[in-house]
């Protein structure tokens, strides 16, 4: 990986008016770059509301929140190692009934090596992969 594309961010979170149909969106779109449902919880052990985290191993990265539709919508985006995950993730997320929202490709406007593809999920939230690697998949 490149050392100057760290992040210190833990864990972010996106509320969602269908818990289950996003969660089932998510399992789908995030499968392909080895994120799984890891964690559920519910609004009597919250406190609050149900969540439902993805992540990688034990330790939930995104997590959805049960609190009604969130406007406005949000971005995030998941780097991947590989320009092939960018492409698997893209397909993933339209066949589980995602919007397209920008195909694989080159996005000179952010950085030269700038590789990614955009899905919106089903309420609107603008979902991103990207990598800097080159097309053999080794990183920069």
Same mark, same amino acid.
Not at 70 to 90: E, N
């Given at each position: 990986?490149? #050392?100057?594309?760290?992040?210190?961010? #833990?864990?972010?979170?996106?509320?969602?008016?269908?818990?289950?149909?996003? =969660?089932?969106?998510?399992?789908?779109?995030?499968?392909?770059?080895?994120?799984?449902?890891?964690?559920?919880?519910?609004?009597?052990?919250? *406190?609050?509301?149900?969540?439902?985290?993805?992540?990688?191993?034990? =330790?939930?990265?995104?997590?959805?929140?049960?609190?009604?539709?969130?406007?406005?919508?949000?971005?995030?985006?998941?780097?991947?190692?590989?320009?092939?995950?960018?492409?698997?993730?893209?397909?993933?997320?339209?066949?589980?009934? *995602?919007?397209?929202? *920008?195909?694989? *490709?080159?996005?000179?406007?952010?950085?030269?090596?700038?590789?990614?593809?955009?899905?919106?999920?089903?309420? +609107?939230?603008?979902?991103?992969?990207?990598?800097?690697?080159?097309? #053999? +998949?080794?990183?920069?």
């Amino acid at each position: 990986m490149t #050392d100057d594309l760290t992040m210190m961010i #833990d864990h972010v979170s996106l509320s969602v008016e269908d818990l289950d149909s996003a =969660k089932a969106f998510y399992q789908a779109l995030l499968a392909p770059i080895g994120m799984e449902l890891i964690a559920e919880v519910t609004a009597a052990q919250s *406190g609050s509301v149900a969540f439902a985290g993805f992540g990688i191993g034990r =330790k939930g990265q995104l997590w959805l929140a049960a609190r009604g539709r969130q406007t406005p919508a949000t971005h995030i985006c998941f780097r991947t190692p590989s320009r092939a995950l960018v492409r698997a993730f893209y397909d993933a997320g339209l066949a589980a009934g *995602g919007v397209d929202n *920008g195909s694989p *490709g080159i996005r000179e406007i952010y950085h030269p090596a700038y590789y990614a593809a955009f899905v919106l999920d089903p309420e +609107g939230h603008n979902i991103e992969a990207v990598t800097f690697a080159p097309e #053999d +998949g080794a990183d920069d």
